[in-house]
């Protein structure tokens, strides 16, 4: 018999109920044993859903306060010195002031001790909180969270498979601090807490468990080839049988490496590479399960059931009894239920799908296997046919006229009118700012005030003219502060905004929202993206309004704000009908009418946020070219029509930049603003090795913590930069947009960054 199982659940609940009693919890509303209260209640409702759905085995470790390499990293006992406890074991404040920073003489290690870095989870938009590992680090079986909840699942009548990080991807997303060392030095010490976990979670009556190595789809290094090799072949002496879960992208090199571990089962992700399909039956050997991971876990469409079952039923010929059915990743990059999505036409909302219906798909897809004349499959394939026939013929999806403006597209749209060399001369005196010109990313605070407006605005409790005042009234506030505060280069604040990507799209044909697809990105971030099922326009201005208002407030230069086309599109559930590519050259023409009527309202910067660009990447170095290319010509797409006195910004965040700063540098952006503050200014290495040629912000305070940094903090980061970046080239500002901020500490941070600036320059006057 076939198996159903699935890799992990998205946890922060139908109406985000864990991120709304965390953040109580950070407010001092909510004590932590109600916060843990809710975090069970979570975990039970989501194994029931998962049961129901008609999965066999749950995951279970799948949970995370904020972030689950975080979780890792206390469980083995690798915490900072500034964060050890003064007495005693970890707590959950120590796991909150690792991600979030510490502000509080109270707090259960040292006060103002700065937040862990955080960084991109391979390819997705989710953040994880990074190890931090000394060259003698010691590891120790410190933090229990693992074996509760597994006693929580059994108590309550579940057949579970506790889901771990491998130990050599652990290794691997962490980073070397002080004297420089191999963190594969570490791997001998490592080992026996996983063998303590292992014989841990046995007792506990479990009998597989999951151990997670994306990296095996990367393109690794041989001694870390060699030492999953070792590292396997010491851990099979411990109890439980093994699953190792590869996800993301393809084996390929590293296949034979993988089926050749010594354990009982090997995991791979069909969607993303489907190539691997039929080759690893004859790599596998004779006695281990292979889990097929064949529902996509980080899109919302359907699976076309009866494609995806061919493949199983070949699989199934060669495996018998060996074979599971899962989904290609962790749901965590789902949203949770569809079946509560009430203003989705139903032509649409038939072609999607969400968590709980990808443990349908997935239990559906192993009873076609196990039951193949059941009623219920035949009438699942029946109307599985129906829905990609519906797709394939529906004429909302395509655009004639779309697609003839981008089959126009030259060459020369593609580029500015001079070399930057010459461009920045004339904006330079255009301009007229100062040495280190201090700006924000683009938001101020999103309060309860702005956000109760856009609900009742929405419900229809609000006319269009007194919401439009109500933003004014914000927009006013923050300039004005801006003012008061002396910076340089102002925003308007995009209160009007209710996310980055979604405010755009809503305004954009092309695109569908749901209203209960959030997705956590980092901690109790979430994030709703939106759809993308047609091709792309622009039928009229979305932000000139509000900035041209904004900029009638003040003689300072106000910066126009907007998403760039991968971001927009990497933040979105994209089409898979057509490329990534032809999506993103679509938005990139719509922004590019944007970027137009923003220059023809006279705003004289305009910046094109690329947060995700990084992140979108291949995982496989053999594939960055083609990615890069579009990447870069997209961006130049929408940016290039201006004259050279208008001055291109983009931003970026949370990413490793130096394997694509030269496609950085192509992107020809006239300033780039960058998150360095957690990383103490080691991104800017890339951009001084490369000679990176145009201007650039680096963060110089985290906006994720809610740690006020001091000027003579954000000074000394600025002398950082000034040794890799020529002074005439360094810009000043925040690591990212300040909307999940409160204003006292906004403004407390943005005086003490005026006056690291301002210090700067006496300096180097």
Same mark, same amino acid.
Request: glycine content about 6%; charged content about 25%.
């Given at each position: ?457 929405? *419900?229809?409790? +609000?006319?269009? %003219?007194?919401?439009? !005042?109500? @933003?004014?009234? &914000? ?5 004005? =502060? $801006? ?100 999506? *993103?050259?679509? +938005?990139?023409? %719509?922004?590019?009418? !944007?970027? @137009?009527?923003? &220059? ?5 910067? =305009? $910046? ?106 954000? %000074? ?50």
């Amino acid at each position: 018999m076939a198996l159903s199982h699935n890799l992990g659940f998205p946890r922060i609940g139908r109406d985000r109920e864990l991120k709304k009693a965390l953040e109580a919890h950070w407010r001092g509303e909510l004590s932590e044993a109600d916060l843990r209260s809710t975090g069970q209640q979570l975990r039970s409702a989501h194994w029931q859903l998962q049961k129901d759905a008609g999965i066999d085995l749950l995951p279970v470790g799948d949970f995370a306060w904020y972030d689950q390499v975080l979780t890792h990293s206390l469980m083995f006992g690798v915490i900072p010195e500034r964060f050890r406890p003064h007495a005693g074991k970890p707590t959950l404040q120590t796991l909150f002031g690792m991600a979030r920073g510490t502000v509080s003489k109270e707090s259960t290690c040292c006060a103002g001790a700065h937040a862990q870095e955080m960084t991109k989870w391979f390819d997705t938009n989710y953040h994880y909180l990074v190890p931090e590992f000394t060259k003698n680090q010691q590891f120790a079986l410190s933090w229990e969270q693992l074996f509760e909840e597994v006693n929580e699942a059994i108590a309550l009548g579940h057949s579970v498979k506790p889901v771990v990080i491998g130990p050599l991807t652990y290794l691997w997303l962490g980073k070397a601090k002080g004297e420089a060392f191999n963190r594969l030095d570490l791997l001998e010490s490592l080992l026996p807490v996983y063998g303590e976990v292992l014989q841990r979670l046995a007792s506990l009556g479990v009998e597989w468990v999951q151990l997670d190595e994306p990296i095996l789809s990367l393109d690794l290094p041989q001694e870390w080839k060699s030492a999953f090799e070792r590292a396997y072949n010491l851990l099979q002496r411990d109890p439980l049988k093994k699953l190792v879960a590869t996800y993301f992208a393809g084996l390929e090199d590293n296949l034979g490496l993988a089926a050749s571990l010594p354990v009982d089962g090997l995991h791979i992700d069909l969607v993303r590479a489907p190539e691997q399909f039929p080759s690893i039956l004859d790599r596998l050997p004779a006695y281990k399960v292979l889990s097929l991971g064949v529902v996509n876990g980080r899109n919302v469409w359907r699976t076309d059931l009866e494609k995806v079952l061919a493949i199983l039923q070949q699989a199934q010929q060669r495996l018998g009894d060996r074979l599971w059915v899962a989904p290609s990743c962790s749901l965590l990059h789902s949203p949770v239920d569809l079946s509560r999505e009430d203003r989705l036409d139903d032509e649409l909302k038939g072609w999607l799908a969400f968590a709980v219906q990808k443990c349908e798909e997935v239990a559906l897809l192993t009873l076609a296997l196990n039951d193949p004349q059941n009623s219920k499959v035949q009438l699942a394939l029946e109307k599985s046919r129906a829905i990609q026939a519906s797709r394939d013929a529906s004429t909302r999806i395509h655009k004639a006229d779309v697609q003839a403006r981008l089959a126009a597209v030259t060459a020369q749209d593609s580029q500015r009118r001079s070399a930057f060399a010459e461009r920045i001369k004339v904006q330079r005196e255009h301009l007229q700012l100062p040495l280190f010109p201090t700006t924000t990313i683009g938001s101020f605070p999103q309060t309860t005030a702005i956000r109760l407006a856009r609900q009742s605005f929405k *419900a229809g409790k +609000l006319t269009e %003219a007194e919401y439009t !005042e109500a @933003m004014y009234s &914000e927009i006013r506030h923050a300039v004005e =502060v $801006q003012e008061n505060l002396g910076l340089d280069v102002l925003v308007h604040g995009e209160a009007e905004r209710n996310d980055m990507v979604e405010y755009f799209a809503e305004q954009l044909d092309g695109y569908a929202f749901t209203r209960f697809g959030w997705v956590q990105s980092y901690g109790s971030r979430c994030v709703k993206p939106a759809v993308i099922y047609g091709d792309l326009s622009r039928p009229r201005a979305m932000t000139v309004d509000w900035i041209r208002y904004a900029q009638s407030l003040t003689s300072k230069v106000m910066k126009g704000m907007l998403t760039g086309p991968v971001t927009m599109l990497m933040w979105s559930f994209p089409r898979d009908d057509i490329s990534r590519e032809q999506q *993103a050259r679509q +938005l990139a023409l %719509a922004i590019r009418d !944007e970027v @137009m009527d923003l &220059e023809r309202a006279g705003i004289r910067i =305009v $910046q094109i946020d690329e947060a995700a660009f990084r992140e979108g990447l291949p995982l496989r170095k053999a594939q960055w070219g083609e990615y890069l290319n579009w990447a870069t010509e997209a961006f130049r797409l929408c940016a290039s029509g201006v004259a050279d006195e208008t001055q291109i910004h983009t931003h970026m965040c949370y990413s490793e930049f130096n394997d694509v700063i030269e496609s950085i540098a192509a992107m020809d952006a006239d300033v780039i603003t960058i998150e360095t503050s957690r990383s103490d200014m080691e991104l800017l290495d890339a951009f001084e090795a490369f000679d990176y040629p145009n201007e650039i912000g680096p963060g110089v305070y985290d906006i994720h913590s809610p740690r006020v940094p001091d000027a003579k903090d954000m %000074a000394k980061l600025l002398r950082k930069a000034a040794r890799r970046i020529p002074v005439q080239r360094l810009w000043v500002n925040p690591d990212c947009g300040l909307k999940t901020r409160g204003w006292p500490e906004t403004e407390a941070a943005l005086i003490n960054m005026v006056v690291a600036a301002q210090t700067l320059r006496r300096e180097f006057a």
